[in-house]
C-alpha cells in the first residue's frame, strides 16, 4: 500500500504526459493535496532522481500513491 494511498496520480505512459519530470510534478501535487509537507515532498524527488531507470521512478512513484498507469 502507497504512503498516500487516497492521492491518485492516473497517467497514459504511451504520449507526452509519460514523461518522468510530468508525472514528478503531478505527483507532488498529488502529494500535496493529500496533505504531505515539504519534507515529505523532496523525500519523494530524491528517491526518484536516484533511480537508474524509467521503470524503477515509476515504482518509486507506486510506493507514495496510488498510481493508475494507462497505455
Do not use: C
Amino acid at each position: 500500500m502507497p504512503r498516500y494511498p487516497k492521492a491518485v496520480v492516473r497517467v497514459n505512459l504511451d504520449g507526452p504526459d509519460g514523461n518522468i519530470f510530468h508525472i514528478i510534478g503531478i505527483t507532488v501535487n498529488g502529494l500535496e493535496e493529500a496533505g504531505a509537507d515539504d519534507n515529505e515532498t523532496q523525500a519523494f524527488i530524491g528517491q526518484i532522481v536516484s533511480q537508474g531507470s524509467y521503470e524503477e521512478a515509476l515504482d518509486i512513484v507506486g510506493q507514495w500513491v496510488t498510481f493508475i498507469k494507462e497505455g
